[in-house]
Protein backbone atom coordinates (compact mmCIF):
# COMPACT_ATOMS: atom_id res chain seq x y z
CA UNK A 1 0.00 0.00 0.00
CA UNK A 2 1.32 3.62 -0.77
CA UNK A 3 1.52 5.52 2.34
CA UNK A 4 -0.31 8.57 0.85
CA UNK A 5 -3.31 6.12 0.92
CA UNK A 6 -2.74 5.19 4.15
CA UNK A 7 -2.67 8.70 5.23
CA UNK A 8 -5.57 9.39 3.20
CA UNK A 9 -7.59 6.52 5.05
CA UNK A 10 -6.08 7.66 8.60
CA UNK A 11 -7.51 10.92 7.88
CA UNK A 12 -11.29 9.71 6.80
CA UNK A 13 -10.80 7.93 9.81
CA UNK A 14 -10.40 11.16 12.00
CA UNK A 15 -12.96 13.19 10.48
CA UNK A 16 -15.68 9.77 11.39
CA UNK A 17 -14.31 9.80 14.62
CA UNK A 18 -15.51 13.23 14.46
CA UNK A 19 -11.87 15.09 15.14
CA UNK A 20 -11.83 18.68 15.04
CA UNK A 21 -10.01 20.13 11.77
CA UNK A 22 -6.97 21.15 13.86
CA UNK A 23 -6.38 18.32 14.99
CA UNK A 24 -6.21 16.70 11.98
CA UNK A 25 -4.26 19.13 10.55
CA UNK A 26 -2.30 18.71 13.54
CA UNK A 27 -1.89 15.02 13.31
CA UNK A 28 -0.69 14.57 9.66
CA UNK A 29 1.69 17.87 10.26
CA UNK A 30 3.06 15.13 12.94
CA UNK A 31 3.14 12.10 10.53
CA UNK A 32 4.66 14.24 7.59
CA UNK A 33 7.58 14.94 10.45
CA UNK A 34 8.39 11.10 11.31
CA UNK A 35 7.81 10.16 7.74
CA UNK A 36 11.07 13.48 6.70
CA UNK A 37 12.96 11.90 9.12
CA UNK A 38 12.61 8.60 8.03
CA UNK A 39 13.31 9.66 4.64
CA UNK A 40 16.48 11.68 5.88
CA UNK A 41 17.91 8.55 7.68
CA UNK A 42 17.15 5.74 4.73
CA UNK A 43 17.59 7.81 2.00
CA UNK A 44 14.64 7.01 0.92
CA UNK A 45 10.56 7.57 0.47
CA UNK A 46 9.01 5.16 2.94
CA UNK A 47 6.48 2.68 1.74
CA UNK A 48 3.63 1.44 4.72
CA UNK A 49 5.50 -1.92 4.74
CA UNK A 50 8.37 0.06 6.52
CA UNK A 51 6.98 1.25 8.75
CA UNK A 52 6.28 -2.30 10.56
CA UNK A 53 9.77 -2.94 10.35
CA UNK A 54 10.58 0.27 11.89
CA UNK A 55 11.92 -0.88 15.80
CA UNK A 56 11.34 1.00 18.68
CA UNK A 57 14.82 2.66 19.04
CA UNK A 58 13.72 4.08 15.09
CA UNK A 59 10.77 6.13 17.04
CA UNK A 60 13.01 7.07 20.84
CA UNK A 61 15.80 8.55 17.71
CA UNK A 62 12.95 10.61 16.38
CA UNK A 63 11.65 10.98 19.57
CA UNK A 64 15.25 12.17 21.06
CA UNK A 65 15.80 14.18 18.31
CA UNK A 66 12.89 16.51 19.04
CA UNK A 67 13.84 16.50 22.50
CA UNK A 68 16.82 18.34 21.61
CA UNK A 69 14.95 21.37 19.89
CA UNK A 70 11.09 21.29 20.90
CA UNK A 71 9.38 21.75 23.46
CA UNK A 72 8.03 18.98 25.70
CA UNK A 73 4.44 19.45 25.17
CA UNK A 74 4.68 19.61 21.48
CA UNK A 75 6.87 16.24 21.61
CA UNK A 76 4.19 14.95 23.54
CA UNK A 77 1.89 15.82 21.25
CA UNK A 78 3.52 14.22 18.29
CA UNK A 79 4.49 11.35 20.17
CA UNK A 80 0.56 10.56 20.40
CA UNK A 81 -0.05 11.14 17.20
CA UNK A 82 2.26 9.04 15.44
CA UNK A 83 1.04 6.31 18.07
CA UNK A 84 -2.56 7.01 17.08
CA UNK A 85 -1.18 6.33 13.25
CA UNK A 86 0.60 3.13 14.22
CA UNK A 87 -2.34 1.52 16.09
CA UNK A 88 -4.20 2.25 13.48
CA UNK A 89 -2.25 0.35 10.94
CA UNK A 90 -1.77 -2.07 13.39
CA UNK A 91 -5.84 -2.27 13.54
CA UNK A 92 -6.37 -2.30 9.54
CA UNK A 93 -3.90 -4.98 9.51
CA UNK A 94 -1.30 -3.18 7.44
CA UNK A 95 1.56 -3.75 9.67
CA UNK A 96 1.55 -6.81 12.02
CA UNK A 97 2.37 -4.86 15.30
CA UNK A 98 3.22 -1.16 16.24
CA UNK A 99 6.90 -0.81 16.59
CA UNK A 100 6.02 1.93 19.11
CA UNK A 101 7.89 2.36 21.87
CA UNK A 102 6.95 2.30 25.63
CA UNK A 103 8.08 5.50 27.32
CA UNK A 104 10.89 3.72 29.67
CA UNK A 105 12.71 2.68 26.28
CA UNK A 106 12.44 6.39 25.36
CA UNK A 107 13.78 7.51 28.80
CA UNK A 108 16.49 4.89 28.93
CA UNK A 109 18.13 6.03 25.04
CA UNK A 110 17.63 9.63 26.39
CA UNK A 111 19.98 9.41 29.86
CA UNK A 112 22.01 7.20 27.46
CA UNK A 113 23.06 9.39 24.63
CA UNK A 114 23.38 12.69 27.59
CA UNK A 115 24.88 11.41 30.39
CA UNK A 116 28.61 10.99 30.05
CA UNK A 117 30.45 8.84 32.54
CA UNK A 118 33.87 10.32 33.61
CA UNK A 119 36.05 7.55 35.73
CA UNK A 120 38.18 9.18 38.47
CA UNK A 121 40.71 7.98 40.52
CA UNK A 122 40.63 8.28 44.10
CA UNK A 123 43.24 10.74 44.45
CA UNK A 124 41.36 12.83 41.50
CA UNK A 125 38.28 12.85 43.39
CA UNK A 126 40.34 14.09 46.90
CA UNK A 127 41.71 16.90 44.71
CA UNK A 128 37.95 17.39 42.65
CA UNK A 129 36.61 17.82 46.01
CA UNK A 130 39.19 20.21 47.78
CA UNK A 131 38.74 22.30 44.77
CA UNK A 132 34.96 22.83 45.58
CA UNK A 133 35.79 23.60 48.49
CA UNK A 134 38.12 25.84 47.83
CA UNK A 135 36.22 27.46 44.65
CA UNK A 136 36.69 26.31 41.06
CA UNK A 137 38.53 29.43 39.66
CA UNK A 138 41.40 29.36 42.54
CA UNK A 139 42.36 25.15 42.07
CA UNK A 140 41.45 25.74 38.60
CA UNK A 141 45.51 25.82 37.01
CA UNK A 142 46.63 23.45 40.25
CA UNK A 143 44.32 20.31 39.29
CA UNK A 144 44.98 20.57 35.57
CA UNK A 145 48.79 20.09 35.96
CA UNK A 146 49.29 17.95 39.32
CA UNK A 147 46.30 15.83 38.96
CA UNK A 148 45.44 15.00 35.02
CA UNK A 149 41.63 15.41 35.63
CA UNK A 150 39.69 16.24 32.47
CA UNK A 151 38.60 19.78 31.30
CA UNK A 152 35.24 19.10 31.32
CA UNK A 153 34.81 18.21 34.51
CA UNK A 154 36.27 21.71 35.52
CA UNK A 155 33.87 23.29 33.93
CA UNK A 156 31.07 22.12 35.96
CA UNK A 157 29.77 24.40 38.85
CA UNK A 158 29.83 23.96 42.60
CA UNK A 159 26.04 22.63 42.21
CA UNK A 160 26.54 20.42 39.31
CA UNK A 161 29.36 18.61 41.44
CA UNK A 162 27.80 18.53 44.44
CA UNK A 163 24.05 17.40 43.88
CA UNK A 164 25.10 15.25 40.91
CA UNK A 165 23.05 16.54 38.76
CA UNK A 166 25.06 16.45 35.19
CA UNK A 167 27.78 14.77 36.30
CA UNK A 168 28.21 10.92 37.27
CA UNK A 169 31.78 10.00 38.88
CA UNK A 170 32.91 6.54 40.44
CA UNK A 171 36.41 5.72 41.68
CA UNK A 172 38.24 3.36 39.56
CA UNK A 173 38.48 1.33 43.33
CA UNK A 174 34.35 0.81 42.71
CA UNK A 175 34.33 0.00 39.13
CA UNK A 176 37.25 -1.90 38.79
CA UNK A 177 39.67 -1.20 36.02
CA UNK A 178 38.94 1.67 33.72
CA UNK A 179 38.97 1.43 29.62
CA UNK A 180 41.77 3.67 28.60
CA UNK A 181 39.50 5.75 26.75
CA UNK A 182 37.31 6.49 29.58
CA UNK A 183 40.96 8.21 31.17
CA UNK A 184 40.16 11.11 28.47
Known amino acids: MRWDD ?3 QFTNALKWARKSPHTITSY ?10 WTQTR ?10 QWTSDDIADWLFAMHQQQSPRTVQRRWASLKLFLAYLVEQGWIPQSPYPDSRVIQR ?3 ALTAEVIYL ?3 QVVALMRAVE ?16 PMDVLRLS ?5 NNRYLRS ?10 PSAMG
Open 170 to 179: RTLARVGRAQ
Open 28 to 37: LSDLRLAIDY
Open 158 to 162: YDDFI
Open 109 to 111: KRT
Open 43 to 52: QRYPIVEDVG
Open 6 to 8: AVD
Open 121 to 123: TET
Open 134 to 149: KGFAQAHNNIIQNHDI
